[in-house]
């Protein structure tokens, strides 16, 4: 049987479409993340006040869940994008799937190192066997590996499909992660954002965070989106367009 | 300024300096890395098919 889909279906899935949109986005995108990250970092250094039990060490915060929220969302992303190209055999998902592995994989390797250094003076260990430390261990381990098969194979498709497969089993760790401070015991405090409840810090202290997300969340947004461009200007270079756009630059 | 007097009680940040700014470095470094690593992957393809074309080949593998 064959499906009809809407015409922008087809649209989206075009290299040439994306590498035209994107290129329009990307100074808007640098510019808002640029101006988020900086607003968010001198605000969350200087003005936050600290913490009352942990004084200032509590301001690594502002980069900690960030990074460990981008390395799940990503994860997220390159779960749902290899699922897509493995099911409508669409070639900008595969370039979408591939991309996203190497910054998620940086994202997780922050978020577990600020967590070490914070960890240090909190709980005085670097690193403890914690349900939620070891999920997102794990989590990192996940990107190397479907980094691991995406360049493993001789032939482009071969490797599309192998790292696709891997990135959907690993989903299974998201809800885990998400989970761990609730079902086991552990030395994690709980999140500190919740779509149904308010935050237990005051505005003075999430707000910056809140900034801080989204500059984290826009700078994924810019560094996909070069690598993506990059994945097509590679893979279609036998096209004319490509050829026109490699002679201008 | 903030919550500090001076850049001094700013830079100790109550005793806790040093992994406040080990933890801000390492995150500096590694968005760094991640703009650099794709702008430096678009220079070499560039510069590659730039001169595949040049050249006329259009069967490379």
């Known amino acids: 049987m064959k499906i009809k889909y809407p015409q922008w ?28 990250l900086a607003v968010g970092t001198i605000w969350g250094l200087v003005f936050a006040p600290q913490d009352y039990q942990q004084g200032n060490s509590f301001r690594i915060i502002y980069v900690h869940v960030p990074s460990a929220i981008l390395a799940q969302s990503c994860y ?12 409508w055999k669409i070639k900008v998902a595969h370039m979408v799937a591939r991309s996203c592995a190497p910054i ?17 003076p909190t709980w005085g260990a670097w690193w403890v066997w914690d349900a939620r430390l070891t999920s997102m261990l794990i989590l990192l381990f996940l990107y ?19 790292g696709a497969v891997l990135a959907l089993v690993g989903v299974v760790n998201i809800p885990i992660i998400k989970y761990s401070v609730e079902w086991w015991n552990t030395l994690h405090q709980p999140a500190t954002f919740k779509l149904t409840e308010k935050p237990a810090m005051p505005p003075e202290m999430w707000l910056p965070l809140l900034v801080m997300v989204l500059g984290f969340y ?32 | 300024m903030g919550q500090f007097n001076d850049l001094s009680e700013f830079l100790e940040m109550g005793g806790h300096g040093l992994y406040v700014w080990l933890s801000y470095g390492m995150v500096l470094l590694l968005l760094i890395f991640n703009i650099t690593s794709p702008w430096l992957t678009k220079r ?17 593998t």
């Open chain 1, 9 to 36: 279906f087809y649209r989206l899935s075009s290299p040439k479409w994306f590498y035209t949109i994107s290129g329009k986005l990307l100074p808007w995108f640098t510019i808002a993340a640029v101006m988020l």
């Open chain 1, 76 to 87: 997220m992303m390159m779960a749902a994008a290899g699922a897509i190209a493995l099911i």
């Open chain 1, 104 to 120: 998620g994989a940086s994202m997780a390797i922050i978020a577990l190192a600020t967590g070490a250094i914070w960890g240090k």
């Open chain 1, 144 to 162: 190397f590996g479907v980094m691991a098969l995406y360049s493993a194979f001789e032939s482009e498709t071969a490797g599309d499909k192998a």
């Open chain 1, 218 to 249: 826009l700078f994924f947004a810019v560094v996909v989106m070069m690598r993506i461009r990059n994945e097509v200007l590679q893979r279609e270079r036998k096209s004319d367009w490509v050829k026109v756009v490699v002679m201008e630059s």
């Open chain 2, 44 to 60: 070499r393809i560039v510069a590659e098919q730039k001169r595949r074309i040049r050249r006329g080949d259009s069967n490379e």
